[in-house]
């Protein structure tokens, strides 16, 4: 139960707080614009404990439950403590106290759902009681909703060795089984949630992890995009629906993805049809299946069949979507290690799914089972991976590990973790999830009215992104086990750093914040990382590296088995049951020497490698990337490797091959290294078959008196395109549903202080909030315009390509000339701008207003 002052005071005080302020379910001043006539009413029968000033009360209240901030007013409400209070308060709100409350339960359902929160159902005491409380809440229809999604959402968190849809005796497991095998395990385990997985990007891992759980070949992806399936969004109550949808396609195996899509339009239509009162996503599934199978009974591939087709790619007479350079990289002996070394848009990622594509084919045909399975596929950037995803798909292919480095080291350990303790669930903080937290503490700090401008916010995202890269940075250098483990002065350091920072530090002035604010918003970031048991980003590659040593170690220990300490048998499991693996690692240069290790602990005995890469997208030096990798480390390990390049370029026009290597023929440490064994840097030969809308000229450079002037060319020339598209799609018959996924515009930017002014200037002028999307939010969803930092659109490509804000200020590198790093820091920039550049396939604009940074001019712009 909450204490009663607290309560009293949510409901005492709703006036303290900007309703405007309401961001998220779970936003803490939501809560109090929802429960305002409630506490009116209340107030009115004088049933309140006296909370003259609601600030100091709840300051009072919580206060010794808070850890000791010894530089923290209390009376600052607004200062960070609210974080916790705001942490504890929502924890406190279980159905329990609903019950108590009933004209809150019946406001909360009647005023809409979005204070239903999974959080309260993460607290309670066992997944039956969430469902009975739900069932007392009738009415409440996204709670109904929520309740599958709450269930599968559990698989996401199984420990990862749960063998892939298979119960004890080794049958394959029914959807519904699963389902209820994850019931069974939630009620052991009293799961609970943080309220992050409400965000679709959770919703894309449950309906992963449930595809993992049963062997298939569905493209999750591909099914939630059909926005003409559920074209309100997947978390609205057809969520129910859909992981139902989803389930039952699990289980029928359709082959393809385009098979699957086309199954679940017609299941769908018929499902809706019978009227089918769905219970559970038990009944759902059963149902599901049964409908599945009376509409394509055909769909269901044999091994031989599958492997057929697979093999078909790579016969000399077939349409092949890989020219002979890809062709023979794909095609190379599974047991020969491989590095395939090439510049942007030269098709490395999809020869790394040829490759998927042969092997599998191979395997199949010596009558392997599961052989997805058979391979690791790594990527550095969660785009990248999705960029991947879509390659393997097209192919009709789909890898239940296919993931970032930093997710595959996360199940590395979680499987040692539920080897030796069932119980422990790891949680992970990861960079975006970091930087989120980081901005809702500072805006806390600031005060919410002054946060939300919108140069509040961009102020605030600005600091909070130096903050957590500089935390990151600090992390690698130190190898900082845990977040427990750091110093004040540390973090004040780190703190003045970014005080000192042009960028970020300018920022700080606006919000009239100092290096000590951002002190403390770090140290409350790692305390909340503390207090609830995660683990934060940068811890994952050393644990799993420890892992992994372990594990070899104890292979090379005579005897083994029982004799061997607990810890050191699970690290030998966990070792061996990657052994033997294929594993595709993309994007190589940016590969740290620890993720090398990683890599090679897990290759060595096997050999089965393949690498693709290209140096002059080297853009993590400041995660330790190391280009020796590519240059000697690999060939010292894996003697006898075959090297291959590709030459030619399918994504950009000629004008953007040119305007990019132009630019980055300035690089001369690569050049160096070229003549170490990396190949020479060459012209790409432009293989893009001109399309639609072919824009002449491919490369513009406009310059802007000012920021706003630059914002609104931008804004007016994507209204230009949008409609050029749909005047195309219009005369060409390509459906609505295609238009989104067919069509793509990427607003790039150094930094996302100016993605923020620029998506400020889209919202209110230009009304384009509905065709717009951050890169890091909303990736269930097509929208037409992207706005994304340089560093995560790498592996993304878009047809019209907006590298905004080329200034000096935004681009230079804070260093002096004569010192150390200087040149190293200019290359490494200079290979940012390149990677934006190369993002294009049909137009490319760079802007700037005020100064141009170097990169401008280089790449052909004029001063
Ligand atoms: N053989 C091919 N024929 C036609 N198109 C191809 C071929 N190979 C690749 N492509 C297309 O070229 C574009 C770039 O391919 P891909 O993303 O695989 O390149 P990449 O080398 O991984 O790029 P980057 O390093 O910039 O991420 C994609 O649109 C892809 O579909």
Redesign the pocket.
């Given at each position: 139960m909450p204490s009663d002052s607290a309560v009293a005071l949510l409901l005492a005080r709703p006036g303290d707080v900007d309703p405007s302020e309401l961001h998220s379910p779970t936003d803490f001043t939501g809560l109090l614009e929802y429960l305002a006539p409630i506490t009116q009413a209340a107030a009115a029968e004088d049933q309140l404990p006296g909370a003259d000033d609601g600030r100091r009360a709840i300051c009072a209240v919580n206060w010794q439950e808070l850890p000791s901030q010894p530089d923290l007013e209390p009376a600052n409400i607004y200062g960070a403590p609210v974080e916790m209070v705001k942490a504890r308060v929502l924890q406190d709100l279980e159905y329990r106290w609903l019950e108590n409350y009933p004209g809150l339960a019946a406001g909360l359902t009647a005023k809409g759902q979005r204070l239903v929160d999974p959080m309260m159902l993460g607290s309670m005491a066992s997944f039956e009681s969430a469902v009975a409380k739900a069932a007392a809440l009738r009415g409440s229809s996204v709670l109904a909703s929520w309740l599958p999604l709450q269930v599968l959402m559990s698989v996401a968190q199984l420990p990862e060795h749960f063998a892939p849809g298979l119960d004890e005796s080794g049958q394959i497991l029914k959807a519904g089984q699963i389902v209820r095998a994850i019931q069974k395990r939630l009620q052991a385990r009293h799961a609970t949630y943080n309220h992050w997985w409400t965000r679709h990007l959770e919703v894309l891992q449950v309906l992963e992890a449930v595809l993992w759980l049963v062997p298939s070949h569905v493209d999750p992806h591909s099914l939630l995009r059909s926005k003409r399936l559920f074209p309100g969004g997947i978390l609205d109550s057809n969520c129910h629906l859909f992981v139902s949808v989803v389930t039952g396609v699990v289980e029928y195996q359709a082959y393809h993805p385009a098979e699957a899509l086309n199954l679940v339009h017609a299941v769908y239509a018929d499902y809706k049809n019978a009227g089918a009162e769905v219970k559970d996503a038990a009944t759902a599934g059963e149902l599901l299946a049964r409908l599945a199978q009376r509409h394509h009974p055909q769909a269901r591939a044999t091994q031989a069949e599958r492997a057929k087709r697979l093999r078909d790619w790579f016969r000399p007479d077939h349409s092949l979507?890989?020219?002979e350079e890809?062709h023979d990289a794909a095609t190379l002996p599974m047991d020969k290690p491989a590095l395939v070394i090439?510049n942007?848009?030269?098709?490395?990622?999809?020869m790394l799914a040829g490759r998927v594509a042969h092997l599998m084919g191979e395997l199949m045909a010596q009558g392997q089972p599961h052989t997805e399975e058979w391979f690791v596929a790594t990527t550095f950037s969660r785009a990248a991976r999705d960029?991947l995803r879509g390659?393997l798909a097209q192919l009709g292919l789909y890898l239940p590990y296919l993931s970032t480095l930093d997710s595959f080291c996360l199940r590395l350990a979680r499987q040692y973790t539920h080897l030796l303790n069932k119980d422990r669930h790891i949680q992970v903080v990861d960079e975006q999830e970091l930087r989120a937290r980081m901005c809702t503490i500072l805006a806390d700090i600031v005060g919410c009215r002054a946060a939300q401008t919108n140069d509040g916010e961009a102020n605030i995202a600005s600091v909070a992104e130096a903050g957590v890269r500089r935390l990151m940075k600090h992390a690698g250098d130190h190898s900082a086990s845990l977040a427990h483990g750091w110093s004040d002065a540390e973090l004040g350091e780190l703190a003045a750093g970014i005080a000192q920072d042009s960028e970020a530090g300018g920022s700080l002035r606006s919000l009239q914040l100092s290096a000590a604010h951002v002190g403390y918003g770090l140290r409350v970031l790692l305390a909340a990382i503390k207090e609830r048991e995660e683990l934060a980003v940068w811890e994952l590659l050393d644990y799993a590296l420890t892992i992994l040593r372990r594990g070899a170690a104890a292979q090379k220990q005579e005897p083994r088995g029982e004799a061997l300490p607990a810890e050191d048998r699970a690290a030998l499991t966990v070792l061996e049951s990657w052994e033997g693996k294929c594993f595709l690692v993309d994007e190589a240069q940016d590969m740290s020497r620890k993720q090398w290790e990683l890599v090679c602990l897990l290759t060595e005995r096997f050999q089965r490698l393949t690498m693709v890469g290209?140096p002059d997208?080297n853009i993590f030096g400041w995660r330790d990337a190391c280009m020796e990798i590519m240059v000697h480390l690999f060939d010292e390990e894996y003697g006898g490797a075959a090297h291959m390049t590709l030459t030619r370029n399918?994504?950009s026009p000629q004008a953007v091959l040119d305007a990019s290597f132009a630019l980055i023929s300035h690089n001369q440490e690569i050049e160096h290294k070229q003549g170490q064994g990396l190949g020479a840097r060459k012209p790409m030969i432009c293989m893009r078959r001109p399309g639609f809308g072919n824009p002449n000229p491919a490369v513009v450079f406009e310059r802007f008196r000012s920021v706003l002037d630059e914002q609104r060319f931008i804004c007016a020339r994507i209204l230009a395109h949008k409609h050029e598209w749909q005047v195309h799609c219009n005369r060409t018959g390509i459906d609505e549903a295609q238009r989104a996924s067919r069509y793509k515009i990427a607003v790039l930017a150094r930094n996302n202080k100016q993605l923020q002014s620029m998506a400020y200037v889209m919202r209110t002028e230009y009304r384009l909030s509905q065709d717009m999307a951050f890169s890091t939010e909303d990736e269930h969803e097509e929208r037409l315009v992207t706005l994304s930092t340089v560093h995560a659109a790498k592996?993304t490509?878009a047809d019209i390509v907006f590298l905004m804000g080329m200034t000096e200020s935004a681009w230079s590198v804070r260093l002096r000339p004569d010192e150390p790093c200087y040149e190293q820091c200019m290359e490494e920039a200079r290979r940012l701008a390149y990677v934006g550049i190369?993002r294009t396939k049909r137009q490319l604009y760079c802007t700037y207003s005020e100064r141009p940074c170097r990169f401008w001019v280089e790449a052909g712009g004029r001063r």
């Open positions: 979507p890989f020219d890809q090439a942007a848009g030269a098709g490395k990622s999809t960029s390659k290209d997208q399918y994504r592996g490509e190369t």
